[in-house]
Structure formats: structure tokens, C-alpha cells
């Protein structure tokens, strides 16, 4: 079956799946088809409008009475993080397939996080290995919004709103509080998800490069109205306060006929993103690569941002053309959905993660050095077959136990940058005295 979607981020959208079961007003005494009205709200009932945050469900059985009362254990899923997490940079490569039966749920593993759910602040990174579709099992994060980065493996994704597919190199956001259960398409799946606790993503203002550029509001898509009518017991996870809790439907929670509103799941297709970049000189911030951010309350300071790499040709002349050496305020996890990544020679894999902590050194490996030292900076460079992506956050990342310990972290990683020996060719001047 082939999809359709409705487009505009943030818009407000609506979509029915029977005609005529959408109401003309929000709550009337007799909705079509006997439905029950029930409203998601994501923001505050009074946030101003251009950040207001709701939607309008019209469906068989209201969620009240549907309860996750017994904890589920899935402790790779929220594992504790390690306060003494050192200030090092740190790259793990991909996690293998599970050999045993794991869905989405059970194949999720913390990789870094800060902040706190019960104080709604702060960010979750993690992996998920997957060979297993979600069965008669439903997802529902109360804590946090999820943005699904897939790196290997199709996902369809149902959503209490409808349908999503989603293919490696698009991605998919969904809100808090939303349920919804992922089927592998091709039967394993693997990738990355950022919990966001703070204020949802949005794209970022365009300031002086204009109306257009960077991630348009009409690629991103969402469902269109989907139900079944299923009496099947259904468990029910749901994350708050960042443990798991479970409880059983008596039918299937996606029986959603008609929905309205903006608090809606979409995908996202990262080959859209219009990437600018300089045409003079120098390697511009990677702040022109910015997809979604999420922000503080301090202006131009980003709780959260979701950041891309992708294909683009580099023009910038008499300029040292990959990143440049730095330590930043921010910290920096970073994944690879396809090919390599302009920094990195080697070790930096598809499937694979890197994390630079805030203030610690960075860059281009010996080897990428040693190649832009040589390079032409009077003709084009194509960087084709690369989609790298960063999760970019001004709070300190706390690596998980599992993560610091994984037989999957390089522990050489900082000798990438060995042989980076001194070119100095100045002498220390001896003042005559
Ligand atoms: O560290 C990295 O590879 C990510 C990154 C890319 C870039 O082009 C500039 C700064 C930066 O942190
Ligand atoms: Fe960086």
C-alpha cells in the first residue's frame, strides 16, 4: 500500500478516513459515526499561537481508562548515565543486529543524555537494533518528542494520526504523547533516536538568508488518517518520568477515524535539505546545516539542535576546506547514515557514533590534514555518497555505563589526530639585549 501525506510543517492539517466523520466544530453533542472527541494538547493551552501545539482526534474508544500501571524492564533503555564521564572524545562503532527476535522497544540502548524528565529539560540519545517488528505492542513517550534517524532498514511507522514510511535518509518526528508502533520493512533496522524533553523541534528562523533555504516547511509530511476496528489485546508502553510502564488494551489504540490539528507525527527527507554554503572563502559554522531546533529561552541558544551533513560541492578558495580544529561550548554526538563524512578517513562508519564533549578538541583526522594541505582550492570538490548528522545540545552530554563500556568503543580513537606534528617554521626571536 502505498502512501499519501499531507505537507507543511507545523501546519494545521486534517484528514478523515471515513467521509464526513470530521465534525464541523471541535466537541459537538453527537459526533459522526459516534466517535469520540479527544483532544493532545503539546504546549501549553495559552502559548502564542505561532508555537500553540494541539490536535483534535476523533476515534472509536477514548484513551481514558487505558492505563500502564506495571513497570516493563528494558534497562539498555534508560540506562543510568555516568556523572564521571570524562572529557574525551569518544567513537563506537555499529551496533550489530540482534540474533534473537528484538522490535523496536527492546532494541533501544542509551548512548548519552542530560537533563530531567520530571523537570521537562534537557535530551536522550539512542541507538536502536531491531529484527523484529512491534506486535500487538504500542509505544507512548509522555516524557519526551522522538526523532527516529534510520540508518539501515525501512520502517513503517503507525501512528494514532496514520501512516508513515521512512527509508534511511529520512527521518521521522514524533510528538509527545503520540502512540505508535514500528514494523521493519525489510525485516532488520537499525539507526538512531534523539528524546527531546524541552520545547518541540521547529525550523529555525532564516534571518538574513531570506524566505527560503535550509529544510522547506512543505517537505516535511504527515499521515493521513488511518484506523482499524481491533479487538486484539494490545500492551501498551509508556515512558514517563523516564522509566517504562506497561498495561493491556482490550482492542488496537490505533483506531483513530478523523484527526485536526498540528501535534502531528511527520517525516522528513534529508536529500531535501537545501544546503548553503560559503562561496568566498573560509568553512562556514555548522549552524548553515541546521534542520530542526529545539530552543532554550535564551535567545539564538538552542536547547537542541538536529544538524546535516549532506552531499554538496565545496567551492571556498584558498581555505582549509574540511572542519576546521575546535572545542565548542555545545556538545557534539554525531551519526553517519551513509557513505563518509568530510572529517573523518577512517573509523567513522555508517552505523556507527562519535560524541566531542563541550570544550574538547576536535577535527579533521591526520590523514583528511594531510589531503586538504594538497588539495586545489581553485576547483570544485564534490562531496557526493555522505549524509552524516549531529545532535548538538549547550548542555554537557553524561555517557551512559553501557556506552563507556561497550566492547564497541574505539578505544584509539583519539589517535586519528597522531602525526599532527608541528609545521612551524617561525623561529623564537632572541631580542639582543
Ligand atoms: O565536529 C564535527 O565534525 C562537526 C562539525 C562540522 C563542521 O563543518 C563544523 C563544526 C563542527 O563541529
Ligand atoms: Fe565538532
Redesign the pocket.
Known amino acids: 500500500m502505498t502512501l499519501h501525506y499531507q505537507a507543511g510543517f507545523g501546519s494545521e492539517l486534517q484528514s478523515e478516513a471515513l467521509p464526513g466523520a470530521l465534525p464541523p466544530h471541535n466537541s459537538p453533542q453527537h459526533v459522526p459515526y459516534g466517535l469520540y472527541a479527544e483532544q493532545i494538547s503539546g504546549t501549553a493551552f495559552s502559548a502564542p499561537r505561532h508555537q500553540n501545539r494541539r490536535s483534535w482526534l476523533y476515534r472509536i474508544r477514548p484513551v481514558a481508562g487505558q492505563v500502564c500501571d506495571q513497570p516493563y524492564e528494558q534497562p539498555r533503555f534508560g540506562a543510568a548515565l555516568d556523572i564521571a564521564t570524562p572529557p574525551v572524545p569518544l567513537r563506537w562503532y555499529p551496533p550489530a543486529l540482534p540474533a534473537t527476535p528484538t522490535d523496536f522497544v527492546d532494541g533501544l540502548f542509551t548512548i548519552a543524555g542530560n537533563g530531567s524528565a520530571a523537570l521537562q529539560h534537557g535530551f536522550g540519545i539512542h541507538m536502536y537494533a531491531a529484527s523484529r517488528s512491534m506486535h500487538e505492542r504500542v509505544f507512548c513517550n509522555a516524557d519526551a518528542e522522538m526523532l527516529i534517524v534510520p540508518q539501515q532498514g525501512a520502517l513503517r511507522v503507525a501512528t494514532e494520526l496514520g501512516l508513515l514510511d521512512v527509508e534511511p535518509q529520512e527521518i521521522v518526528v514524533i510528538p509527545r504523547g503520540i502512540r505508535f508502533a514500528i514494523a521493519l520493512t525489510e525485516g532488520t533496522a537499525r539507526g538512531y533516536v534523539c528524546e527531546n524533553l524541552g520545547a518541540p523541534f521547529r525550523l529555525p528562523d532564516l534571518g538574513v538568508i531570506g524566505a527560503n533555504g535550509l529544510a522547506a516547511a512543505r517537505d516535511f509530511y504527515y499521515p493521513q488518517a488511518w484506523f482499524e476496528d481491533r479487538a486484539v489485546p494490545t500492551q501498551l508502553i509508556t515512558r514517563y518520568l523516564g522509566r517504562l510502564w506497561q498495561g493491556t488494551l482490550t482492542h488496537s489504540p490505533f483506531d483513530v477515524v478523523a484527526w485536526h490539528g498540528n501535534h502531528a507525527p511527520c517525516k522528513y527527507d534529508l536529500r531535501r535539505f537545501n544546503t548553503l554554503g560559503s562561496v568566498s572563502f573560509d568553512?562556514?559554522?555548522?549552524s548553515i546545516?541546521l534542520v530542526l531546533q529545539s530552543p532554550s529561552e535564551a535567545p539564538g541558544v538552542d536547547d537542541l539542535d538536529f544538524?546535516v551533513?549532506p552531499p554538496r560541492v565545496l567551492v571556498a578558495q584558498e581555505t582549509f576546506r574540511?572542519?576546521?580544529f575546535?572545542r565548542?561550548i555545545a556538545s557534539?554526538f554525531?551519526g553517519l547514515i551513509h557513505g563518509a563524512?568530510d572529517?573523518?578517513t577512517a573509523g567513522f562508519v555508517p552505523g556507527g557514533a562519535s560524541l566531542?564533549p563541550c570544550m574538547t578538541g576536535?577535527?579533521p583526522d591526520a590523514a583528511t590534514v594531510a589531503r586538504a594541505l594538497q588539495a586545489d582550492t581553485h576547483t570544485a570538490d564534490y562531496l557526493t555518497d555522505t549524509m552524516?548528522f549531529?545532535f548538538?545540545t549547550r548542555l554537557p552530554m553524561l555517557v551512559s555505563h553501557d556506552a563507556l563500556a561497550s566492547p564497541l568503543r574505539q578505544q584509539g580513537y583519539a589517535d586519528c589526530w597522531q602525526g599532527l606534528e608541528s609545521r612551524f617554521t617561525g623561529q623564537i626571536r632572541v631580542d639582543p639585549c
Open positions: 568553512h562556514p559554522d555548522p546545516f544538524v551533513f574540511p572542519p576546521w575546535h565548542n557534539e554525531m563524512y572529517a573523518k566531542h576536535h577535527g552524516a549531529m548538538e
